[in-house]
């Protein structure tokens, strides 16, 4: 690893003698005001998504940029309440914008994406996209960041506790989903059930949720969709901002903080950032307080950099750290929960904030450097990343600091992508990505080899509008290389040589087609790639966190693709409605893990664990959302989401006809109304009442026991919240919300808990999940 180390650092240095040609600068400053009053509006941000700025306006509604790379680019203006203007600007000739801002009605909003074709408007894809404002994220109360994206629609999560969660786009998780953090792949082995996203919820300032296999941009494995968090963009310059925010959960005691410094002087950029986190274990209705579901998170990062008239430079470093408890669900004969001595657990192993066996140490540490340079014709983003995640897991009472399993991962990821100037109205995107990794064990236990891999892809995209009608499609080359070490464990024979090589071809093309200024068609159609992980290859061995003997299969080969998505929009002040149909028409090989049966017909134990075993097959998987917003009154807001799947696999039995955590039925509601828009104390203060209904799960992979039926239920929330503002400028805002409200106790169909030990008092099976809560989020901005 030390060659990628040297190549990493060498790479940088290029970056940076790169600098020296200085391109022209421009400014571009203006002013908004409100559309009912022409009144200026004091905080609203105007963000110019390519070039990662932000400026917000003051208290006449001004704002500024000044050394502005001198290109087109596309320009963001948004404010709580009120529609958010997109448009594209040409800075060579615009030095002075202003802009009207109108009440937020029912109508869809519009933004920029920037994960299929590189920088696009939302109203212009072809292929269902989900954001998460920052205003969004700030209101939502979460355990962690996957748990804040899981009650969009079509996204969901598979879950273990409330301090781990994966996410699941229209019925496909793990390796089938690319996260994108700095721009980034996160690697950070996102197999295992027990895994969760390495990723500070406090850093993440917006979320794009791309569905489908339709993003071409990052990498062969995102056959189920891409979830990109995107950090806070840089201030404007002469500017610094500090923040302080905070969050308590009265259910498990959450107890989280965040401390945030950030400026620009003279095109000096910073951005600094800790939090802290932990929680002990959650309580419901018929568990009582749930032993083993605490968990501890720290977090720290730094971005440097430079912003020029020839783009930008930045170099980030992160330190994520968290310690979560395992649930492993084994009871006394009362239905107590034992701990891992076979004491029963007492309230105050409950209540304590310090973790107890079994449980997880993970480290992740990250260093990235992004670059983006105007060139006479063109732009050239240009991503290096280097990764290192060490993952252990202590179950031994005997020996409680020593790791059991310990798995330590390396990981360079490079990207570097060229826009093309537009020809004839073609817009073009190419580029090449793709990583290098290592993993070594160094526990005293072994779950997967040591391996290596290496993974290279190219690809172009390209987009052009005629007049109401936009096209966008591409194409996408990938190969990966992947070797493990044979290992001989006490005489035994525990993994043997591993070599295999995976090529594999993707691509979309879609179109958009406004028939009116209130009605928008899409359709597209994908085919998708990805390559078997090595725990799908070669895994043979205890699995702690997932409760199981894992093992792989060698003959396993690459899922293949073909997914068509079909789209309406209707758009008008007082109704909206966007339907999303798909049809993931034939994947191939898909790859499950199934619980092994003996010659009885009785699960086989390995090791005191049930074997589960990889194996593949062809599936099919079709379903959509339905969203209808309706705001009857100028304060009133009722929305609904309605998100359905229906996964199976061909030609085989009912035991085996479905496909494992295939998500429930599931419909959204929301009521918010809005008290105050513009006070002079209180800002944008509303109420709101939510609810949300999971169906029957009827469809479910009965083969083995692997899983059962899950009934329905409906939790229903509260929330409210409010800025608060001290001589005319913002002091801070205040969210409550109540969870859960009837504490109503349920088991999600993707929750592994469902799956622990009966408890033999009651004779229901597995952990519930977690009740009533109260909680109060609170967030303080400092400008100078």
């Known amino acids: 690893m030390k060659r990628l180390h040297i190549l990493f650092t060498f790479l940088i240095l290029l970056c940076a003698t790169s600098l020296s040609a200085q391109n022209k600068t421009a400014r571009l400053d203006g002013r908004v005001t409100d ?61 002075h914008k202003d802009f009207v801002l109108l009440e937020r009605d029912a109508r869809l909003g519009e933004a920029v994406v920037t994960g299929v074709t590189g920088e696009t408007r939302l109203q212009k894809l072809s292929t269902p996209v989900t954001l998460l404002s920052n205003d969004k994220l700030r209101g939502i109360s979460s355990t962690n960041i996957i748990d804040a994206l899981a009650h969009e629609p079509g996204i969901s999560q598979i879950t273990t506790g409330s301090g781990i969660s994966k996410p699941v786009i229209r019925g496909l998780g793990y390796n089938r989903i690319v ?84 400026g ?181 236990e072994f779950l997967i080899p040591d391996y290596r891999l290496f993974d290279f892809g190219l690809f172009a995209t390209t987009s052009r509008d005629f007049g109401r009608l936009s096209l966008n499609g591409g194409l996408r080359i990938d190969r990966r290389h992947i070797s493990s070490d044979a290992l001989v464990d006490k005489g035994v024979q525990r993994f043997e040589a591993l070599r295999k090589n995976f090529f594999g071809v993707s691509g979309s093309v879609g179109a958009t087609y406004k028939a009116s200024e209130q009605f928008l068609l899409r359709a597209n159609i994908a085919r998708g790639f990805r390559a078997p992980t090595i725990s799908e290859l070669a895994a043979n061995g205890v699995h702690e966190g997932s409760l199981r003997y894992e093992q792989g299969n060698s003959s396993l080969k690459p899922e293949t693709s073909w997914q068509l998505d079909m789209g309406a929009d209707f758009s008008s002040p007082i109704v909206s409605a966007q339907l999303s149909l798909f049809a993931n028409l034939l994947i191939k090989n898909y790859v499950y893990s199934v619980r092994q049966l003996d010659a009885l017909g009785k699960p086989l134990i390995k090791d005191d664990h049930e074997v589960y075993q990889h194996q593949s097959g062809d599936a099919r998987l079709m379903g959509g959302e339905l969203m209808v917003d309706v705001h009857p009154l100028e304060q009133l807001h009722i929305s609904n989401t309605f998100s359905y799947v229906n996964s199976v696999q061909l030609h085989q039995p009912r035991e085996s006809k479905y496909l494992p955590f295939t998500p429930a039925p599931r419909w959204n509601f929301d009521v918010r109304y809005d008290f105050i828009r513009d006070g002079r104390v209180f800002n944008n203060a509303y109420a709101a009442v939510g609810g949300e209904m999971n169906l029957r799960q009827n469809h479910f992979y009965a083969e083995g026991g692997t899983e059962t039926a899950t009934p329905s239920y409906t939790l229903v929330n509260l929330s409210a919240g409010t800025d608060i503002r001290i001589n005319g400028r913002k002091f801070g805002s205040l969210v409550l919300t109540v969870h859960n409200l009837f504490d109503r106790a349920y088991q999600n169909h993707l929750s592994r808990l469902k799956y622990a030990d009966e408890n033999p008092v009651t004779g229901r099976r597995g952990i519930f999940s977690m009740g009533r809560s109260f909680n109060i989020k609170l967030n303080i901005p400092i400008d100078f």
Not at 264 to 277: E, I, L, T
């Open 35 to 95: 559309g009912p009053d022409g009144q200026p509006l004091f905080g609203v941000r105007v963000h110019l998504p390519a070039l990662k700025l932000s400026a917000v306006t003051n208290s006449e509604g001004n704002y500024h940029f000044e050394g502005l790379p001198s290109v087109r680019t596309q320009i963001e203006v948004s404010y709580e309440g009120h529609q958010t203007i997109v448009e594209q600007i040409n800075l060579t000739q615009n030095t």
């Open 179 to 262: 996260i994108v953090n700095d721009g980034i792949r996160q690697e950070g082995q996102q197999w295992g059930d027990e895994h969760g996203i390495e990723i500070d919820p406090q850093s993440v300032h917006s979320v794009e949720v791309l569905k489908g296999p339709a993003s071409l941009m990052y990498g062969s494995d995102a056959l189920a969709g891409v979830v990109i968090f995107h950090e806070a963009p840089t201030l404007a310059e002469g500017t610094m901002h500090s923040e302080v925010s905070s969050e308590y959960q009265s259910n498990n005691g959450l107890l989280n903080y965040s401390l945030n410094f950030a």
């Open 264 to 444: 620009n002087k003279k095109g000096f950029v910073w951005n600094g950032r800790f939090s802290d986190k932990y929680a002990h274990d959650y309580k419901n209705k018929y568990d009582g307080y749930v032993y083993g579901t605490g968990f501890q998170e720290r977090a720290a990062s730094v971005m440097l950099g430079l912003n020029r008239g020839w783009g930008y430079s930045h170099l980030t470093f992160e330190r994520y750290h968290i310690m979560p408890d395992i649930a492993e669900g084994e009871r006394a004969a009362d239905g107590s929960f034992l701990r891992p001595d076979g004491k029963k657990a007492t309230h105050d192993d409950f209540l304590s904030y310090r973790h107890g066996l079994p449980y997880q140490h993970v480290y992740h540490t990250k260093l990235v450097s992004d670059n983006f340079f105007i060139l006479p014709k063109g732009t050239l983003n240009f991503i290096l990343g280097l990764q290192q995640n060490q993952r252990k897991e202590y179950e031994e009472v005997a020996h409680p600091n020593v790791p059991g399993l310990y798995l330590f991962l390396q990981t360079l990821n490079y990207d570097a992508r060229y826009t093309l100037p537009e020809l004839s109205g073609w817009k073009v995107v190419t580029g090449i990505n793709g990583m290098l990794q290592r993993e070594k064990n160094k526990g005293e």
